[in-house]
């Protein structure tokens, strides 16, 4: 009969259609990729710098504790209990500002490397809901040298080496099993830079 067809297996066809899907989410201008915050800190295997880099994400997480300010910029952390993410914005932008801990939100963004950190810088910041506060995941301090717990709230502690002041900070240098720890303790909104100096070298301290 005129006009018709014979019936087309379309199975191989809805097998391609996701992978398409995903590909086409992928590329600039479509869409943000959705991305757990365990990625957010992957690297490469050759040079280490940030693998996503550049990559515009979706990523939700709950806020460990308010938003640190330095001279040029204000950094915000977030995760899931197993994993952390920071997000980071110009000095002088108030949107980190916001959230308290236990806020939990979606952050449209792009992957940065700031001082050797991979941060977002978000597009847009949305509160979701609100969960308990994180509880610090105790981490022994020779632990803490390396990316694996960057955002997360941990728990430490160490012997005082010597403390001091940078722009915008206050830091205490802590011995550990693997070489020194600084500890940098910034202001938060309204605050002034926290005077270390009643700390002294050999003093134990748990941060």
């Keep these: 009969m005129a006009g018709t067809a014979e019936p087309r297996d379309l199975s191989d066809l809805r097998r391609v259609l996701p992978v398409l899907a995903f ?3 992928c590329l600039p201008g479509t869409a943000q990729m959705r991305l757990p915050l ?3 800190g992957a690297r ?4 280490f710098a940030p693998l996503h880099i550049a990559m515009e994400v979706l990523v939700e997480g709950v806020v460990g504790a308010p938003a640190s300010h330095f001279p040029n910029r204000s950094l915000l952390a977030i995760e899931d209990n197993r994993f952390g993410a920071i997000l980071e914005v ?4 108030p949107r980190l500002d916001a959230f308290r ?3 939990q939100v979606l952050v449209k963004g792009t992957i940065h490397a700031s001082s050797g950190m991979a941060t977002i ?3 847009s910041i949305e509160t979701t809901g609100h969960k308990a506060v994180p509880t610090p995941l105790p981490v022994p301090l020779a632990d803490l040298q390396g990316f694996r717990y960057l ?3 941990v728990r430490t502690e160490g012997r005082v080496q010597q403390t001091g002041e940078t722009s915008g900070a206050a830091f205490v240098d802590l011995a550990s099993s693997s070489g020194t720890y600084r500890v ?3 202001r938060t909104n309204g605050q002034q830079i926290p005077d270390l100096r009643r700390l002294g070298p050999g003093d134990k301290v748990s941060v």
Excluded: F, M, R, Y
């Excluded at 490469?44 to 040079?47: E, K, M, N, P, Q």
């Excluded at 110009?90 to 932008?93: T, V």
């Design 151 to 153: 955002g997360l709230l």
């Design 184 to 186: 940098v303790v910034p």
């Design 23 to 25: 590909a086409l989410a």
């Design 101 to 103: 801990p236990g806020d």
């Design 38 to 40: 365990e990625a957010i």
């Design 44 to 47: 490469h295997s050759t040079d």
């Design 90 to 93: 110009q000095g002088g932008d």
């Design 121 to 123: 810088v978000p597009e």
